[in-house]
Every structure is written in C-alpha cells, then in structure tokens.
C-alpha cells in the first residue's frame, strides 16, 4: 500500500521546498512529478528572485508597497507582509543550500533592478537562476528522504465523503495506474501557460492541479489575471528576461524612439510589467512596429556584460531568431508568461478543502493580484512552499487515513482511462483542439479584450470540450503512452480555460493585467474585490471575496 502523511504533487521549486519542510516536521513525506524533478518549469525562470536586504538599506515595507502597488491594488496586503518579511531569511536559506547566487565587486550577494521597482533588490544567478535553485533544492529533496515518484501523472483525487484522501496516478513507465493514500494533498502542480499560443511556458505547463482542485470543489481565484510578459521573442515566443531591461536595455519603436517615455517617464522600461506590455500593444497597433514586434536594444551594454550576465537569452536570440544582441537590436513582443490566479489559499497553503493545501504558480494567496512583479514569483515558491509544508505535516500529525478500497479506486480509474483509449479513430485529434484553444485565448484574452471577444472564447472553448470527449488516443499501448498523456492534460487545460473566460468576463474593470477597452477604468468602487470561481451541481458558479487592505490604501498607479 502507497500512503503517506504528506503528499505533494509537483516537483517545481514550491513542491521541493514543501516536501523539505513537510519531512524536516517529521512527516512520512512523498513527492510526486509528471516529469523528472529538474525538469519541472521551475528551470526555466532566468532573470532572480526578490529579497530586500537590510544591509543595503532596504525594507520589507518598500517590496510589499511597490508589490501591492504592482498588482494594481488587488493583492492581499496581508499575505504580501507575510512573503515580503520573510524574503530575506527565505533567500540566505538559498545561499546555505548552495545556491551561487551572483556576487558585486565587493563580494556581497549582488543585485540587478527589476519592473516596478525603484531598487536593484533581485538576486540572480546569471540569467539561469531557476536552474541553478532547481538542482541545489533536488540536492537537499534527496538528502532529506523524501519518497520521489518520478515521472507518475496524477489523473485524480481520492474523494471519499468529501474528504481528500489520495490521489490516482499513471506510472508513465509501465502505463499502470496506482492509488497512493495520503493524510494531506500538498498541489504545488505550476501554471497553465500552455493554454495560450504562443507562451513562453514550456509544454508541460497544463494546468493539471488547478482543475483537479476545482472538480474537487477547491476555489479559483483571479483566474482573469494571465500576464502578458513585455518581452518574448518574435516567432518562437520564448522569454527574453526582464533582466534585459535590469540591466539597462532599451525599447525601441521601428523609429528608434524610446517610446516608454511617453507611458512611463519615470520607471521606463522598467514599469511594471502590465503597463509595458499595454504600451507595447499600443505601438504596435498603432503601426510603429515592425512586422507585429518592437525592438529590445542591448548593443550598449556592451559584449562583457552581456557574456557574464545575460548569456542564455543572448544564445537564444542567436539559436530562434539568428539575432545576436551584442550586435543587433532583438524583434520582441507582448506573450502569455505568468498565471497570477489560482487555487485559493490562506498563507500557511490551506483551501477551502480539509487537508488540500496549495503553493507556488497553481496557488492563489494572493500575493500577486492583478499583476505579478518579475522576481516575486521564485519567492512566492520558496515562501509559500516552505509554510504550506510545515502546515501539513503539522496537521497530519494528528489525522488518520481514511478508509479506502484502493482496489476498487484503481478499477474505476482504470476504466475511465481504458474508456479514453477505446475511443473511435473518427473524432478530433486532441494536438488540433489544443492548438485552437490556445489560438482563441491568445486573441481575445490577451493584453486588451473586450466583451465579444471574450464571449466568442468562451463559446469555442465549451465547443473544443464537446469535442474533445470524443477525442481519439493514437497510441494505445501501455508503456510510456505520451499520446495518452497529452489527452489527460488537454482535459485539465480546458477547465482551466472556460474560468479565465468566465471571470475576465464576469470582471467589469480594467485592473493589473485584465485591460478591457469596453471598461477601460479601474472601478475600485465596485471591482475593488476577487472574483472566485467554484464548479457548482451544474457548472460554474462564480463569487466574490474581499480584498485584503492592511497599510496601503488604493491610490492611482503612475510610473
Ligand atoms: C521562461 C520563464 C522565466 C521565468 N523567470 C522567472 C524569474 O526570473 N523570476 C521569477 O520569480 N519567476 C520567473 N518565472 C516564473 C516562475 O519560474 C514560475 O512561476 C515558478 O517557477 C513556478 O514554480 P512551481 O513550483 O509553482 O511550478 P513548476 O516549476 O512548474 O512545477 C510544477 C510541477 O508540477 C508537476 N505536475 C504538474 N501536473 C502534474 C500531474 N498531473 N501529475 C504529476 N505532476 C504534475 C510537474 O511535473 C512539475 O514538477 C519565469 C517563468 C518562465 C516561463
């Protein structure tokens, strides 16, 4: 029998941090991963993490104001004090583990300046620093004896009277399916970038927790709020860091114009992200870019620097696009890259579910509210991880599993999967409906919308549901069967598009990331609060919940 005290399903960063804290409470502690550990998405995160660190004279204060300034007044002010205070013990943790973070040339842990924020408090690892976090926190997940089930696919929850007691999983190596019995759920499962096309999230970015969740009656919250990230690379779509513009680059219209002066005359560039992203959006429409992009000019920071700080994105200019910006300007774009709603939680991870708990990218605390910061998302995984961790094993302590005939839950699984693989050749194919999906979110749900088009989304993502059900598997064997991999993902990510649909259009103001040229002002007398999405006896049902205000009352957002 598999069963543990703690389950954490996702391996990223908040899934190892949770697992290191849920064994170091002394609970049987098990970790559970679609992929192997170091290639959770986690990897890709390139330009830092925030911390404000007294001895440069920084303040928590000053992060959790500029934070809650940059989510454009929607995040929780509460939650944000929590993560921004612990920020820098979070980070020296970091650098105890083995981290290597970057050092200035005094020797200190040095910094580079990120969006929305007036001072260089981003701590980096040259422009890889997930990777680098990834591997040392996979050091400390073996060292610590975590249970890893490495490449298993979570396909459901165990529900058993309303209590959450499992999860089912296919073992992607042999194609069996398991039941593993579990006091407490920790969903650290990441984003659902991929519910868009283009994205600069990698493929495996599905969405799988947030709809497990909510099937299981967990809260969806700000699920409007999908970051369009200012720079993504013409074509392709892949990242090109913020730490670009951290480090000094410019954004130029196709008449070499600094056009964020116009928009942001103070910060520039470095506005936060949803205001450079309208601007952008804004140029182009208006015919001042060049085949639909800008440009990003780095050529002044000149060959050394960019070798030293910025070597992956200048190497994935050259490889994607045949652009090397030490010696030309980079074709750039608005591109789906951060998902700020998510599963609602409390600070220490808890849901609206006994024993579900949820931290990192498919969590909603909110730390972000309309608009993430870049840099604050790696902490938000570290912070909330290591809480949602202690927290569970705290409470498992006192919990007993509950009863289970695992054999007729595996059965029953297994015959819902059998079912998918049984299905007609004649129907469409699951790539086609995922491609059109994410076409359909990328036109109408991106960086301006508006009522029609979000409604003509919605219809088609409620089309692409009708049809997927008869979806045909290709492969129907058992041994690793990504085929059949791909069609399970398809089905979580469009639950996942049908809440984006549903609260963008049920939010009637423009905020953080959700710009809407129908209501183009924000209306914090009506809209000041979060809009919640829950499956109800017959579809979804939506609701509000106040916005936590502490020490920063709203006030107009200028950069
Ligand atoms: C290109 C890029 C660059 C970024 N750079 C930065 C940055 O510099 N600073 C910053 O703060 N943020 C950055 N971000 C954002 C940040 O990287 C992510 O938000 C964060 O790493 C998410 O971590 P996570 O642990 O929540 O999820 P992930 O790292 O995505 O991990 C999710 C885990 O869940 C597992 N999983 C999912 N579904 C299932 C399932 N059904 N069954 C089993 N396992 C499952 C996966 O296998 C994986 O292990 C960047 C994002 C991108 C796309």
């Known amino acids: 029998m598999l069963e543990h005290d703690v389950l954490v399903i996702g391996a990223g960063l908040a899934g190892m941090r949770a697992a290191i804290a849920a064994r170091a409470g002394g609970a049987n502690t098990a970790i559970i991963s679609k992929v192997h550990p170091v290639r959770s998405h986690s990897n890709a995160a390139q330009g830092g993490i925030n911390a404000a660190l007294t001895d440069r004279g920084d303040s928590w204060e000053e992060h959790a104001y500029e934070t809650v300034k940059g989510s454009d007044f929607l995040g929780d002010q509460d939650a944000i004090e929590v993560m921004c205070r612990s920020a820098g013990r979070s980070l020296i943790d970091l650098e105890h583990m083995g981290v290597t973070f970057n050092r200035d040339d005094e ?86 970038g991929r519910l868009f096309e283009p994205s600069t999230n990698a493929l495996i970015v599905t969405g799988d927790g947030m709809a497990l969740a909510y099937n299981a009656g967990a809260r969806l919250m700000d699920m ?34 600094r056009f964020m002066k116009r928009y942001a005359p103070n910060m ?43 070597s992956q994105i200048r190497e994935i200019g050259i490889d994607l696009a045949g652009v090397d910006m030490v010696k030309e300007p980079v074709p750039i774009r608005p591109g789906m890259h951060y998902m700020m709603g998510g599963i609602k939680t409390d600070v220490d991870g808890r849901t609206n579910l006994p024993g579900v708990y949820a931290a990192g990218e498919c969590a909603c605390v909110s730390v972000h509210g309309g608009n993430r910061l870049g840099a604050n998302s790696l902490l938000d995984t570290i912070v909330f991880g290591e809480r949602a961790g202690n927290h569970a094993a705290m409470m498992s302590r006192d919990m007993e599993y509950v009863e289970l005939d695992v054999d007729v839950v595996v059965k029953r699984e297994e015959r819902r999967i059998q079912e998918m693989l049984d299905r007609p050749k004649n129907g469409d194919r699951v ?10 979110m990328n036109n109408n749900l991106a960086v301006f919308r508006n009522q029609a088009g979000m409604v003509e989304t919605l219809r088609d993502v409620r089309e692409l549901a009708d049809r997927y059900v008869k979806a045909p598997v290709d492969d129907k064997g058992r041994v690793f069967n990504t085929d059949l991999v791909f069609a399970l993902e398809l089905g979580f990510m469009l639950d996942c598009a049908e809440t984006i649909a549903l609260s963008a259009l049920d939010r009637k103001d423009s905020r953080g990331a959700q710009a809407r040229t129908d209501y183009p002002k924000r209306d914090d007398e009506n809209w000041m609060k979060h809009v919640v999405v829950t499956k109800g006896e017959v579809g979804p049902e939506i609701s509000y919940l106040p916005v936590s205000i502490t020490k920063w009352p709203p006030e107009e957002r200028k950069y």
Not at 237 to 255: C, M, N, Q, W
Not at 277 to 301: K, W, Y
């Open 107 to 192: 020797g200190r842990l040095g910094t580079r300046r990120f969006g929305g924020q007036q001072r260089a408090r981003t701590f980096f690892v040259g422009d890889f620093t997930g990777q680098a976090m990834l591997h040392v926190m996979f050091e400390q997940l073996i060292k610590s004896g975590v249970r890893s089930y490495e490449e298993w696919f979570v396909t459901g929850l165990i529900n058993e009277d309303s209590q959450v007691c499992g999860v089912t999983a296919l073992e992607i190596r042999s194609g069996q399916i398991f039941a593993i019995r579990a006091k407490t759920v920790i969903f650290c499962t990441g984003g659902l």
């Open 224 to 257: 409007e709020m999908v970051q369009y990230h200012p720079t993504t690379l013409a074509g392709s779509g892949v990242l090109i860091s913020e730490a670009a513009r951290g480090e000094g680059a410019y954004l130029l219209d196709k008449h070499g114009e």
């Open 431 to 440: 790539a086609a409906i995922r491609l059109a999906m994410g076409q359909s």
């Open 268 to 310: 520039m560039e470095l506005a936060s992200r949803d205001v450079v992203s309208r601007a952008e959006q804004t140029e182009i429409n208006a015919g001042n870019g060049i085949n639909g992009c800008l440009l990003l000019d780095c050529r002044h920071l000149g060959e050394a620097l960019i070798s030293e700080k910025l």
